[in-house]
């Protein structure tokens, strides 16, 4: 079984690469799906948010409002740092067992689409790592047409993340995400064959 790590900046198509690996058979492992999944009412990580910034976080059916998360995690990085410290250990073990699971069940590529890898240093047990890539203006303007904001905005999501310039260094393959999709799929082909010949 081949364990794939997949990231990319905010807006550089990484999901569209997740999508593509899954039509070649591959199984996705989505750490934005698992984060939700930990953060469900009741739950230990719900409970411990709860409990550190208040009700105020809680939408009327009680789930989070993702919103007020969103803000306070963009414009308070103490309070991005207490979110992160207590929902990534428990993404990572859910993502573990997934990852099990997935094996027990003979499938040959798994790959685990992580938005934050790198500033997570997942790279340390996750590898190899594919990183999208794309030029900042393309990121910028995906993002605004995306979910919609402004210029301003958009690069603070940009810049609350770490560098696509400091990412590609650390990443064992790159797929630069600025052109066609027949483009993308091609260097998607390209770079599941090497990785499956290693």
Not at 157 to 170: N, T, V, Y
Request: overall charge neutral; some cysteine; glycine content about 6%.
């Amino acid at each position: 079984m081949k364990l794939i790590g997949l990231t990319g900046g905010i807006a550089s198509g990484k999901s569209t690469v997740a999508k593509i690996l899954k039509r070649r058979g591959a199984a996705i492992i989505n750490a934005d799906d698992l984060a939700r999944e930990v953060v469900e009412p009741g739950r230990e990580a719900w409970k411990e948010i709860v409990d550190a910034f208040g009700a105020e976080v809680l939408q009327p059916d009680r789930t989070l409002d993702r919103q007020k998360l969103r803000v306070l995690i963009f414009s308070d990085a103490a309070a991005r740092k207490q979110i992160e410290s207590i929902i990534h250990p428990r993404v990572r073990a859910l993502a573990e067992q997934r990852i099990h699971q997935y094996t027990a069940a003979g499938r040959a590529v798994v790959v685990y689409e992580v938005p934050l890898l790198f500033e997570g240093n997942l790279q340390e047990w996750l590898r190899p790592v594919v990183l999208v890539a794309c030029g900042v203006d393309t990121q910028r303007r995906r993002l605004e047409q995306r979910d919609g904001l402004g210029a301003v905005e958009a690069q603070k999501h940009i810049d609350a993340q770490m560098s696509l310039e400091e990412k590609r260094q650390l990443a064992d393959y790159v797929i630069e995400n600025n052109g066609s999709m027949e483009d993308l799929e091609q260097q998607v082909q390209a770079v599941l064959e090497r990785i499956k010949a290693t």
